[in-house]
């Protein structure tokens, strides 16, 4: 009993000293708005998705203090540009790859942020971030802000530069529940930032919906993407399917040779996997140039174009691959320029304006 009050009298001492924050914690689910989406969500257990949360991950992810280089500030957001569904596009870097602190240029053009909350077969070009092997969005934020070809900087760095801001206190104890900054939290908040980026607001999505019309080129387009008339639905999926993605990895027959290629078989070592990337999104696929993981192609008549006549036969082709024994779909120029207007309508200008994705600064 003395022992007691002697630790109850000593602990009121101590809690004076300190001043407790005068801000809440009262985490609230954030709501991704979304109808009906098939595919389950990728959230962690220990990262649930609150509004403070990703009201705090919107700032991080637009703040070039996470280079920890006052010199070269560097954010997600250098790269990530809202405006091409957060790639970099070739305004800045013509050929697609943007260029990283150290002046290296990151090895692949880059994959936009657009319903990543519902791929749970890994992330990047050939998956290596994936949640199987205790890797998740997460992960990705230490490995931006340490490698050459990005921010090229430190971690205790980046963490400093925030911890000095007093603006962040109460953003973190809002989404956390302390004040406390290091890499674990950051990472997180980002995380839930980047899970919040939702689109499904295209002009196709309003057609599912009830709300608009497609033209006649445009249904034309739809029936060739979703038929063996151009195969396209094998891998990027169908109406059923409205992230335009199967998230699978598959060798959509651009080569015959494979040697230094990072692809699919570097991180399986299965030697069958040459020349697999993970599928891309179609959805908002008229903002993202360039295409295919090493932006050989600059637009989307060129992608067309290898579709149509480009194929190459190796033994690393996906047998869903059905026109690669013809080298291609040999379709007509309208039956092209209807799978283009097709193409256009997964576009959501909605999302690349919308203001909950935007610089908060
Ligand atoms: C210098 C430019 C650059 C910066 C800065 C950058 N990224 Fe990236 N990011 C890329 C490129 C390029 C890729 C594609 C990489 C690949 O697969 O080869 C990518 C891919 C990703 C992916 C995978 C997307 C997918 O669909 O698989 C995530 C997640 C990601 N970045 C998160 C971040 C976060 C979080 C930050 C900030 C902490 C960040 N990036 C900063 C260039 C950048
Ligand atoms: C066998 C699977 C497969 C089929 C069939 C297929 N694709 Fe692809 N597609 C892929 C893969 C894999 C990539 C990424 C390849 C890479 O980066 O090396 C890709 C990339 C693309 C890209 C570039 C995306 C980007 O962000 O860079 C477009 C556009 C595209 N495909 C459209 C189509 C269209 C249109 C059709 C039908 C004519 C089609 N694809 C058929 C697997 C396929």
Not at 226 to 234: I, L, P, S
Not at 240 to 248: E, H, S
Request: net charge neutral; charged share 25%.
């Amino acid at each position: 009993m003395k022992f007691f009050f002697v630790f109850f009298a000593l602990w009121v001492v101590a809690s004076c000293g300190e001043k407790l924050p005068q801000f809440s914690y009262e985490p609230v689910p954030y709501d991704l708005g979304v109808p009906f989406f098939p595919d389950s969500l990728n959230i962690p257990k220990d990262n649930p998705m609150t509004v403070d949360g990703v009201r705090l991950g919107r700032y991080l992810f637009y703040d070039g203090r996470l280079s920890g280089n006052p010199d070269k500030p560097m954010s997600c957001a250098t790269c990530h540009k809202q405006e091409h569904s957060f790639e970099c596009g070739m305004e800045q870097f013509p050929d697609g790859r943007p260029i990283g602190n150290s002046g290296k240029k990151t090895p692949n053009v880059m994959l936009p942020f657009v319903n990543l909350v519902w791929n749970n077969n890994g992330y990047f070009w050939n998956g290596f971030i994936d949640k199987n092997k205790g890797k998740n969005i997460e992960t990705t934020v230490p490995m931006a802000i340490t490698a050459p070809h990005e921010m090229d900087g430190h971690v205790e760095n980046a963490v400093k530069m925030i911890k000095k801001d007093k603006f962040y206190r109460e953003l973190f104890y809002k989404a956390f529940g302390t004040t406390e900054v290091n890499i674990d939290l950051i990472s997180k908040a980002i995380a839930q930032f980047v899970r919040s980026l939702v689109s499904f607001n295209s002009r196709f999505d309003r057609f599912m919906a009830g709300e608009v019309q497609l033209t006649k080129s445009e249904m034309r387009g739809l029936m060739l993407f979703t038929t063996e008339g151009a195969d396209c639905f094998h891998c990027h999926g169908s109406p059923a399917l409205p992230l335009w993605t199967t998230n699978l990895f598959m060798n959509n027959a651009k080569d015959i040779d494979f040697e230094g290629q990072n692809d699919r078989s570097k991180v399986t070592g299965n030697p069958m996997d040459k020349g697999k990337y993970r599928v891309p999104t179609l959805r908002n696929i008229e903002f993202t140039a360039p295409y295919m993981h090493d932006g050989r192609f600059k637009t989307l008549d060129e992608v067309l174009d290898f579709y149509n006549n480009g194929l190459r036969r190796s033994p690393y082709i996906d047998p869903l691959s059905i026109n690669t024994n013809h080298g291609g779909m040999h379709l007509s120029d309208r039956d092209l320029a209807d799978l283009k207007a097709f193409l256009l309508t997964l576009s959501d200008t909605a999302f690349i304006s919308d203001r909950r994705f935007s610089n908060p600064w």
